[in-house]
């Protein structure tokens, strides 16, 4: 059974400081995705990570894969307010998707 | 364009009625997928459907709980005599699955309030 783990559940950070979220999955997979949630909002897709190596950058935000590790990252650089939202790993199993708990981000000044 | 829209948006029902959840998935995509947000819960995979395929059912957590699909485009999720621990926000998505790239689109969700 494939299992999703992300780390830590919950982080608050300084604006204007760096920090990484990872994501930790127990079987094999070529397939991540990472999603931001806004306080009652839907998922909004970041990254969709498809090979070993992959990394992938969105303005402040930065998301690798290594499958060998089976490990994601997502790494913020100089964390603005904006930024406050909950973000979401999920990996592609033998059902369509299994999604970490969730790290809720709160960049503070 | 039409992102994937749910109706209705939120729903307080009373425990042990039926109720029903639609889902307008984006035009084109073949797949559609529902899932539950709990609190504290993260997301939970209900069912997913694909074309003209069988539904993957494993996700459902009980027998009370159905899904179809009709004409391979709108869903509706059906939960029947309602209990209290299926209030939850309930999530629809889409994807187009051609390819690799296949990511899937949510919509806003229905919350659901089962008193």
């Known amino acids: 059974e494939l299992k999703v783990e992300q780390n830590p559940l919950f982080l608050s950070m300084q604006e204007g400081k760096n920090y990484t979220i990872y994501c930790n999955y127990s079987?094999?997979?070529?397939?991540l995705y990472w999603y931001r949630q806004d306080p009652g909002k839907s998922l909004e897709s970041l990254f969709v990570?498809?090979?070993?190596?992959a990394v992938k950058q969105e303005g402040r935000l930065m998301a690798s894969l290594d499958t060998k590790a089976r490990l994601s990252t997502l790494h913020i650089t100089a964390a603005v307010h904006d930024l406050s939202a909950t973000y979401f790993c999920?990996?592609?199993?033998?059902?369509?998707?299994?999604f970490g708990k969730g790290t809720r981000l709160s960049v503070i000044a | 364009g039409a992102g994937v829209s749910q109706s209705p948006s939120n729903k307080v029902t009373e425990k042990g009625k039926d109720v029903e959840l639609r889902c307008d998935p984006i035009?084109?995509?073949?797949?559609l997928y529902w899932y539950r947000q709990s609190l504290g819960q993260g997301l939970e995979f209900l069912i997913y459907?694909?074309?003209?395929?069988?539904?993957?059912k494993s996700g459902l957590p009980s027998d009370r709980f159905s899904a179809e699909r009709t004409g391979g485009s709108v869903s509706t999720l059906t939960i029947q005599r309602t209990q209290q621990e299926d209030s939850a926000v309930y999530l629809c998505a889409s994807s187009s699955r051609t390819g690799a790239r296949d990511t899937q689109y949510f919509g806003p969700g229905t919350r659901l309030t089962v008193l």
């Open positions: 999920a990996v592609e199993g033998n059902t369509p998707l299994v």
């Open positions: 035009s084109g995509h073949t797949a």
């Open positions: 990570l498809l090979s070993n190596g």
């Open positions: 079987t094999t997979s070529d397939r």
């Open positions: 459907f694909q074309g003209n395929s069988a539904p993957d």
